[in-house]
Structures are given as structure tokens and as C-alpha cells.
């Protein structure tokens, strides 16, 4: 049994089935909540973001960066095995399905092998926290944190806390077993080099 696969992803705008995956990241982390590794990349959507910054990325960033369909099955090789864990899960879950889709990848439903960080921490003080509000909570200042990698190690934090707690234990071990019997398809490797964007302070989230 694997663990978890915490997921972040930005998109060039709001809508998760019409928009596109500028950046995704993912943290490997253990059944005790302690992260393994980290898997960052910018994709390339192939249109423009215009004039604007998307959480400080720019059309200029994007123009070296593998496109989805050169990293899908790296993706999906980081999620295969895992519990695909997010804070307010339906937008990132419906952002990367929209992409699976659009590439022709036949993958198995998220939502049964998906766990929400908002939807654990209502299970147990109700509210619908922001994760910027969680973050605080756990001493941990989101001021300037823009990446993908940023987000999902904010959210690995919050996962290492929730995972302490005993009643939320049956809903995991649900998940974890749902996750460790869903069949992925196979890929081989594409060989793209990954882009992440440039190292800032939110790298430090790990410790």
C-alpha cells in the first residue's frame, strides 16, 4: 500500500473543463503522513495566457514546457497506487480529468480514489476552510506562495494532521484500499524533460 499522491494544479482560468493545466505538482507522502518526494512541472497549453499572471506565471514561462500529453503518463505513473488527495478537490480533480480525456487516456473514476483536505477538516470542526485559513491554523503563512509545489506541500501538512486523527482512520483505509485495487493503463515513458518553474521559499514547506 503506497500512501498518498497530494495534488495541486493551476489552470489558465476558471473553469476546469474548459480551461487548461498550466502547472501540476505532487507529493509522494507515506500512510503516516511524512512526504517522500515531490513532482513539479509547467505544461505547455498551447494558447496564451494573454497579459496576465496565473499565481505569477507567465505566457513567457510556458514556452519550453512539455505539453499535457508529454507528461500524462508520467502523471499517472505519481497516482497509480495512491489516494489522490486536494484541498476543495473538484476543481483539481475535474482540471485533470478534462485533460485525461482531451488526450484520449481511459482512466478510471477519481472521485472514489480521491479524498478532500476541506471535506476531512468539516468532518471534524465543520465550516469550509480556504486553504490559506488552514494554513494559519498550522503556522504557516501562504503570503506569496504561488507555485503548484507550494500549494501541495501545504496540503501535505495539513494530510500529516488529519491522518493523526483516529476518527477520520476508517474513511482513509476506505480510500487506501479503493486506490490500491483501481487499475491504471500502462505507459511508457515519454523521456520530456520536466520544467519546473524557478525555485522560490515555498520549496521550504517541506521541513
Given at each position: ?181 483501481t487499475e491504471?493503463?500502462?505507459?511508457v515513458p ?18
Amino acid at each position: 500500500m503506497q500512501g498518498y499522491a497530494v495534488i495541486d494544479i493551476v489552470t489558465s482560468g476558471p473553469s476546469p473543463s474548459q480551461d487548461r493545466i498550466i502547472e501540476v505538482a505532487i507529493a509522494h507522502v507515506d500512510i503516516e503522513g511524512h512526504v517522500t518526494a515531490v513532482w513539479e512541472t509547467l505544461v505547455n497549453p498551447a494558447r496564451t495566457l494573454g497579459p496576465l499572471r496565473v499565481r505569477g506565471i507567465r505566457s513567457s514561462d510556458l514556452a519550453l514546457a512539455p505539453e499535457f500529453q508529454d507528461v500524462a503518463g508520467e502523471l499517472c505513473a505519481l497516482i497509480e497506487g495512491r489516494v489522490i488527495v486536494a484541498h476543495d478537490a473538484d476543481f483539481p480533480l475535474g482540471a485533470l480529468s478534462a485533460e485525461l480525456a482531451r488526450v484520449g487516456i481511459d482512466h478510471p473514476p477519481l472521485g472514489p480514489i480521491s479524498l478532500c483536505t476541506m471535506e476531512l477538516i468539516q468532518r471534524l470542526v465543520g465550516g469550509t476552510p480556504t486553504l490559506a485559513e488552514c494554513a494559519a491554523g498550522l503556522g504557516v503563512d501562504m503570503l506569496g506562495v504561488y507555485s503548484a509545489q507550494g500549494y501541495a506541500l501545504v496540503v501535505a501538512k495539513l494530510l500529516r494532521d488529519l491522518v493523526g486523527d483516529r476518527s477520520l482512520a476508517p474513511v482513509l483505509r476506505e480510500a487506501r484500499g479503493l486506490a490500491d485495487a483501481t487499475e491504471w493503463p500502462s505507459f511508457v515513458p515519454s523521456g520530456f524533460s520536466l520544467t519546473p518553474r524557478p525555485r522560490d521559499h515555498s520549496s521550504s514547506l517541506a521541513s
